[in-house]
């Protein structure tokens, strides 16, 4: 069964930077496309970005210049390098496949303050 264990989240000021990063267990890391995707209080989940097993990179206009999305093979994790965070980014970010399967983790807490 596949773990999805997102961590490096916490509260920063409009302006800052946080890394998150995401361990996958399993052997399918690195034959699969992966994503971050945040829910901000009170919203839906969202797509923030994506990187596919070939290391093309999405970012969704709202992060683009700001985010950037990477991945490891090695040590089957997916970072996800977060710059010039604003209010709105705030939210628990999550990742998981692109397309997401049902299987999500605990995801991790961003909280930026103004």
């Known amino acids: 069964q596949v773990q999805l264990v997102e961590s490096g989240g916490g509260l920063v000021q409009a302006g800052g930077i946080l890394r998150l990063s995401c361990k996958v267990s399993?052997?399918?890391?690195?034959?699969?496309?992966w994503g971050w995707y945040r829910q901000a209080p009170g919203k839906e989940r969202l797509f923030v970005a994506a990187?596919?097993?070939?290391?093309?990179?999405v970012h969704d206009d709202s992060v683009k210049g700001r985010f950037t999305i990477s991945r490891d093979n090695a040590v089957n994790t997916v970072y996800l390098q977060m710059s010039s965070l604003k209010a709105e980014d705030t939210g628990v970010y999550y990742c998981?496949?692109?397309?997401?399967?049902?299987?999500w983790g605990r995801g991790a807490q961003v909280t930026v303050s103004s």
């Open positions: 998981n496949r692109v397309p997401p399967s049902v299987t």
């Open positions: 399993g052997s399918i890391f690195s034959t699969n496309d």
């Open positions: 990187i596919s097993r070939d290391g093309e990179q």
